[in-house]
Each structure stands twice: as structure tokens, then as C-alpha cells.
T-cell receptor, first 112, second 112 residues
Framework: GQQLNQSPQSMFIQEGEDVSMNCTSS?????WLWYKQDPGEGPVLLIA?????ELTSNGRLTAQFGITRKDSFLNISASIPSDVGIYFC????????????FGQGTRLTINP | DAMVIQNPRYQVTQFGKPVTLSCSQT?????MYWYQQKSSQAPKLLFH???????NEADTPDNFQSRRPNTSFCFLDIRSPGLGDAAMYLC???????????FGPGTRLLVL
């Protein structure tokens, strides 16, 4: 079945550093979604990508839909303490099926 | 603001005592989902409704049931909670014509 592999599983960085994480699959995805989850809260949608090669920014966040449609990456520039959390990538299991498959998550920890 | 609301945010129940978790939405979305999330793992889909059509995941235990009396509300019923059912329960919605899902803040269930 479809699987999403996120890396790294965890990151420990200093405040102010840039962050890069990615999501890969052996299957083609037509949509890539990036979510952030704070402790004790639900995932919040950060960026949605709908087209191969698309590069989209949301403030200090930038995400790209890989040209092969089998990967996506998320970059965070100049990290701040509130960036701490778990970042999940997700994509539709089957086109139009209204169900998502999630990556395992990347846990980001920031040292002030 | 349009949103997904979950009540309560924290629920404590006793082993075997039925419990109901609530979700409401002001987004007027066709699709509503219930997920279970255990510590540091990705959300796991239990079931979803497309309008009134109920779709159960094959590995969702019979102990979990759901009701959607109208577009705005959806309930998760756990008939006989076991210790292993302690988790965060997330409700999400989707317009139905795209794969993007919007999550509520979650209800953390503790089973004593």
C-alpha cells in the first residue's frame, strides 16, 4: 500500500537555524499536505501543494512538490521557539478517496 | 471564524464505562472524520462520513461507533473503553471535493 517516509524522525537545533525535512514515497501522490502539531493539540494545516514542481511559501515556511510526484520537502527559515512540535506530511491514499496517509512525523526541538 | 470544535478537551472515564466524544463544525463540510492518535504516532483513521454515508476502516474495533445526526455534528461512542483506548481522539473535516482535511483540537481520553 501507499506509505510516506519522513526524515529525519527528530531534529535538535539552535534558535535561528534553518530547518529542512522531507517526505518520500514509492507511489505517486497528486497532493502533498504539511501539518504541524503542538503538544496536546490537533494538527494544523501549514501548506497544501497540488501541482508537481509547485513551490509555496507561508511566512518563514516553504514547501515544494517534487517533480517526480514522489517527494516533498518543507523548509523553515530562522527558527523560533514556537516552531517546536511535530511536523507531518500527508497525501491522499487514492485520488478522490477522501482519506489521507500520513508520514511518521518529524519532531522538532529548539534550544534557545 | 469557521472551525472544528471538539468537546470536551479532556475526558476521564472508567474501564468499561461507555463514553461519547463530540465534534462540531462551522465549515459546512461534507466529510467528517474520527482519528485515534497515540503518543508520538501519526493519526490513525477510525471511520468517516461522507454526508450521511458511513465508512468504517477495516481494522477499527467494534467497540467504536459513530453517529452523524446532521451536517454540523459527529459523535464518537466507545461502548466499553479499555485501558488501550486511552489516546487523543481527533475530529477532522473536508469539503469533499478536495483532499485537504482540517482538524479540531482533539479530546484526550484517559481510562482508569
Amino acid at each position: 500500500g501507499q506509505q510516506l517516509n519522513q526524515s529525519p524522525q527528530s531534529m535538535f537545533i539552535q534558535e535561528g537555524e534553518d530547518v529542512s525535512m522531507n517526505c518520500t514515497s514509492s507511489s505517486i501522490f497528486n497532493t502533498w499536505l504539511w501539518y504541524k502539531q503542538d503538544p496536546g493539540e490537533g494538527p494544523v494545516l501549514l501548506i497544501a501543494l497540488y501541482k508537481a514542481g509547485e513551490l509555496t511559501s507561508n511566512g518563514r515556511l516553504t514547501a515544494q512538490f517534487g517533480i517526480t510526484r514522489k517527494d516533498s520537502f518543507l523548509n523553515i527559515s530562522a527558527s523560533i521557539p514556537s516552531d517546536v512540535g511535530i511536523y507531518f506530511c500527508a497525501g491522499p491514499r487514492i485520488q478522490g478517496a477522501q482519506k489521507l496517509v500520513f508520514g511518521q512525523g518529524t519532531r522538532l526541538t529548539i534550544n534557545p | 471564524d469557521a472551525m472544528v470544535i471538539q468537546n470536551p478537551r479532556y475526558q476521564v472515564t472508567q474501564f468499561g464505562k461507555p463514553v461519547t466524544l463530540s465534534c462540531s463544525q462551522t465549515l459546512n463540510h461534507n466529510v467528517m472524520y474520527w482519528y485515534q492518535q497515540k503518543s508520538s504516532q501519526a493519526p490513525k483513521l477510525l471511520f468517516h462520513y461522507y454526508d450521511k454515508d458511513f465508512n468504517n476502516e477495516a481494522d477499527t474495533p467494534d467497540n467504536f461507533q459513530s453517529r452523524r445526526p446532521n451536517t454540523s455534528f459527529c459523535f464518537l461512542d466507545i461502548r466499553s473503553p479499555g485501558l488501550g483506548d486511552a489516546a487523543m481522539y481527533l475530529c477532522a473535516t473536508s469539503p469533499g471535493d478536495q483532499e485537504t482535511q482540517y482538524f479540531g483540537p482533539g479530546t484526550r481520553l484517559l481510562v482508569l
